[in-house]
T-cell receptor, first 114, second 114 residues
Framework: NAGVTQTPKFQVLKTGQSMTLQCAQD?????MSWYRQDPGMGLRLIHY???????DQGEVPNGYNVSRSTTEDFPLRLLSAAPSQTSVYFC?????????????FGPGTRLTVL | AQSVAQPEDQVNVAEGNPLTVKCTYS??????LFWYVQYPNRGLQFLLK??????LVKGSYGFEAEFNKSQTSFHLKKPSALVSDSALYFC????????????FGSGTKLNVKP
């Protein structure tokens, strides 16, 4: 199993540009989520999904869109990038949310918005 | 509301000495607590979790954590630190009302010196 994969690893955008961060998992996990990691702030939940066709907002959803058309993929879209979105983005997955399930994380995408 | 706090940005310890990384939590309902480790330029890796049962939880790489309900703490410990333990450590709590949501602490950088 490849686990959770993310592409690209690095990306530089100009303010106002759009892009999609890709996330895929091959563990047949129902639950997937996106976090951003900023220094001194830990990880903050952006959006999550409990299955294909179902998404919901986390703590910091503004400026980001998601969709879940398949169990395997959960892309994150930045419609109009802003410098405040410079961060490291992590995708995670787990089985359907029971108390004991553990999340598995991808390697991250480092995004810089100029 | 659920939250965790990691009061120390950085912990320094000599190789061979015991280490403790602190975490306190605030939850409504039963706490579901997790520790993750992040090595440079990598995603988060699961170390251990407390769901119920024994207050001392054993995890990967010789780490353990002590759950203390009266002090609302879940400190990560290791009897003898290794230089290779140097990394960023995150405490996390699962939302008891929505198992699909996790809340992370701000992270503690552990430095183990030879």
């Amino acid at each position: 199993n490849a686990g959770v994969t993310q592409t690209p690893k690095f990306q530089v955008l100009k303010t106002g540009q759009s892009m999609t961060l890709q996330c895929a998992q091959d563990m047949n996990h129902e639950y997937m989520s996106w976090y951003r990691q900023d220094p001194g702030m830990g990880l903050r939940l952006i959006h999550y999904s409990v299955g294909a066709g179902i998404t919901d907002q986390g703590e910091v959803p503004n400026g980001y869109n998601v969709s879940r058309s398949t169990t395997e993929d959960f892309p994150l879209r930045l419609l109009s990038a802003a410098p405040s979105q410079t961060s490291v983005y992590f995708c995670a997955s787990s089985r359907r949310g029971t108390s004991t399930d553990t999340q598995y994380f991808g390697p991250g995408t480092r995004l810089t918005v100029l | 509301a659920q939250s965790v706090a990691q009061p120390e940005d950085q912990v320094n310890v000599a190789e061979g000495n015991p280490l403790t990384v602190k975490c306190t939590y605030s939850v409504s309902g039963n706490p579901y607590l997790f520790w993750y480790v992040q090595y440079p330029n990598r995603g988060l890796q699961f170390l251990l979790k407390y769901i119920t049962g024994d207050n001392l939880v054993k995890g990967s790489y010789g780490f353990e954590a002590e759950f203390n309900k009266s002090q609302t703490s879940f400190h990560l410990k290791k009897p003898s630190a290794l230089v290779s333990d140097s990394a960023l450590y995150f405490c996390a709590v699962r939302d008891a009302g929505n198992f699909n949501k996790f809340y992370f602490g701000s992270g503690t950088k552990l430095n183990v010196k030879p």
